[in-house]
């Protein structure tokens, strides 16, 4: 909160944010339909693959995610037991394959260590904070993939944010225009009920993809233009 804000001035700019929150949701499912969550992902199989997509595209991930499958069946076991060279092999596409190996490792050895299976079900009966703070113990788990694995295996009160998600929600105004993805998931979860978290995540990503582009967004196209802080200011400033 601004310090110089009164106290109603600083709840009529939260309940403001609400509402572009709540504009936001509801015009991007009119435009894009409302993606519902089909049953979870295994948290173990996400989460390895999240290790394996940071800095880089889908395409390189996927592949190595392949790869792996292809050299171990879906045997975390034989991963974990596996000589490190051999992981390095199968996950080389996803690139940073020498820290991404070790990673893969260590996370199946503390999974292994704490719950004796290969097994994070558990996670789904936890307060999302709790289920959070247990990730992100793990070897080369932060936030972000913390909060992938509880959206997107147990459709959870979590909201991750990605490269679109940061970028649509500093132009929109619904996060300040240098707040990180940490700080812009907290607004978002903050601003609307964790029932719509997995749908607006989906639709943020296909507006970035669609409409909002890094470069040159389509702001005559967009149906988000009437709330844009970027709109309103004729596209002046950087992201
Ligand atoms: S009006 Fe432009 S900058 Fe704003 S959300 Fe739409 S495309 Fe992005």
């Known amino acids: 909160m601004d310090s110089m804000m009164t106290t109603d001035e600083a709840s009529a700019a939260s309940s403001a944010l609400q509402k572009k929150a709540q504009f936001i949701y509801a015009t991007l499912i009119e435009h894009f339909g409302k993606p519902i969550f089909q049953g979870g992902d295994d948290p173990v199989h996400q989460l390895i693959s ?4 940071a800095n880089t595209n889908d395409v390189n991930s996927d592949r190595a995610f392949e790869q792996l499958r292809q050299a171990f069946g879906d045997d975390w076991e034989a991963v ?3 000589p490190l060279d051999a992981i390095k092999a199968a996950v080389r596409p996803a690139g940073m394959y020498n820290q991404k190996a ?10 292994k260590h704490d719950r004796g299976v290969y097994n994070l079900d558990h996670l789904a ?7 959070r703070t247990y990730l992100t113990a793990l070897p080369g788990v932060g ?4 909060s992938i694995v509880m959206l ?13 998600i940061q970028r649509i929600s500093q132009r929109t105004g619904v996060s300040p225009r ?10 978002w979860e903050g601003l609307l009920p964790p029932a719509t978290f997995y749908a607006l995540h989906i639709n943020l990503i296909r507006h970035g993809r669609r409409i909002c ?16 802080d970027y709109r309103q200011q004729a596209g002046e400033w950087a992201t």
Do not use: Y
């Not at 147990?154 to 490269?163: I, M, R, S």
């Open 178 to 187: 240098r707040a990180n993805p940490d700080k812009i998931m907290r607004i």
């Open 50 to 53: 999240t290790i394996l997509s």
């Open 125 to 131: 009966l936890l307060p999302v904070q709790e289920a």
């Open 213 to 228: 582009h890094a470069q040159t967004p389509r702001c005559d196209l967009c149906p988000l233009q009437s709330i844009c």
């Open 102 to 111: 070790p990673a893969i490792v260590a996370t199946l050895e503390r999974i």
């Open 80 to 82: 974990r037991t596996a």
């Open 143 to 146: 936030f972000k993939t913390a």
């Open 152 to 164: 997107f295996c147990f459709n959870g009160a979590a909201f991750p944010v990605d490269t679109h």
